[in-house]
């Protein structure tokens, strides 16, 4: 198993920048991948940004260019830098880690408020 607790979101005005960060319970190099992932209100929860142990990244479509995610080992913690933020990128972030073997095991953290204002 593993707990994630987020922190780092909230308000802020059209082309600001915010960081979220990530902290898991257990070495994340034993996590398969861990990603980003946002939801607004009735709508599905979409992947922003995933990292994978081996440390290959990929991003939406809707944030290349726009956001990054990294991680720090040492502090078991990844991130999720989004710069030039707009009001369409306003949701609730959500952190995943996944871990597979012959099942695959979601766990999600308990999701941080973005919201961009115009």
């Known amino acids: 198993q593993v707990q994630l607790v987020e922190s780092g979101g909230g308000l802020v005005q059209a082309g600001g920048s915010l960081r979220l960060s990530c902290a898991a319970s257990r070495n994340i190099f034993s996590i398969n991948a861990m990603g980003w992932y946002r939801q607004g209100p009735g709508k599905q929860r979409d992947v922003v940004a995933s990292?994978?142990?081996?440390?290959?990244?990929n991003y939406a479509d809707s944030v290349k260019g726009r956001f990054t995610i990294s991680r720090d080992v040492a502090k078991n913690t990844v991130y999720l830098q989004m710069n030039s933020l707009r009001p369409e990128d306003t949701d609730i972030y959500y952190c995943?880690?996944?871990?597979?073997?012959?099942?695959?095991?979601?766990?999600w953290g308990q999701g941080t408020q973005v919201t961009v204002s115009s």
């Open positions: 995943n880690a996944r871990i597979w073997s012959t099942v695959e095991y979601n766990y």
């Open positions: 990292i994978s142990s081996g440390g290959s990244t």
